[in-house]
């Protein structure tokens, strides 16, 4: 464990012994944390092991996590943003004129803003089987009826950021995972602040593992190194809304570049101008919508807890990873499990991410 300054031990411990206790409750069997300000990492630890194998290899700072629906924010968003700047792609671009199945009365008027706002009418998933190639893919999006009248209400939507992604890589010239690869190198991350579109075969000893849900043809087995989405997998294993990897330094060190920018610290490159990330973070005009662009933003009922400020703003993903983001407080907090390798529901994790955010908000 690394903690910066003796007045900080009473959150660090309270959080060391939440984690500890989650773990023998069989929440997750593993988890890297890590919190800092836009100057420093304050506090970052290590818990448990990347299974409950008896055996397992304990969890260590460069354990690789599949951050799951964390890749929305950190790197289709960043994608689009960086497109905007490049004058590619607007946020008010209809997504008619990208994607040629997108067609009909009920859906013309939907446009970038709208897929990264989850404000499109797209439900959260497809009511069938995923299909196995691409093509079929935008079939299905395009063709599936939607819940409501875009831009009228925010229902989380899987299919958005899928559609999202597609959409970039018309406006891109080049495949997501591309893209994404070479926003991310914009950070100049260091040897331990790794964020992948892909595992190398030789990290995954170091890989958190995941066991696919019971609809995932790939049940029976687990998944080291490989997107645990089953259509992020049906999609070649890095889709607009899952796929990316990365160690809590890699989503940490992203977090610190976000986190000076929202604070009006930092001038870097888009999209990570503070332009480009203070308009990022506020809040949709939807109503009753808590989301922004890619990111979702404080509510009581958050998985932040209720001790940050109202200008935080942040995500999750269903294998047991959290981002939260403080500019207020000039904080962030990373938090990365693998719930989803034989541990507990999304709710005990939930209650989890609440507890530990409410002990390190003092931080």
Known sequence: MVLVGRMNESAASAAEHLLRAAIERRIFPGAV???GSSRQILWQASFGCLSFDEGANATR????YDLASLTKPIATTSVALKLEAEGRLALDTRVSEMISDWSGADRSMVTVRHLLEHSSGLSARLIDHPPQQRRAFVHDICSIALEYVPGTRSIYSDLGFILLGFCCEQRGQTDLAAQAR???ELLRPAPDAELLVTVPPDDRTRTAPTRPLAEDDRRGRRLTGEVHDNYAAALGGFAGHAGLFGTARGVGQFAQTILAAARGNLVGPPPFTAADVQRSIIKSAVPGSSRALGWDTMLPTSSCGSR?????FGHVGFTGTSLWIDPMLDRYFVL???RVCDGGTSEEMQQVRRAFHDALASL
């Open 308 to 312: 940050l400020s109202t200008s935080a």
């Open 336 to 338: 990365l499990t693998n």
């Open 182 to 184: 070479s926003i991310l």
């Open 61 to 64: 700072p460069d354990t690789l």
């Open 33 to 35: 944390a890590e919190v």
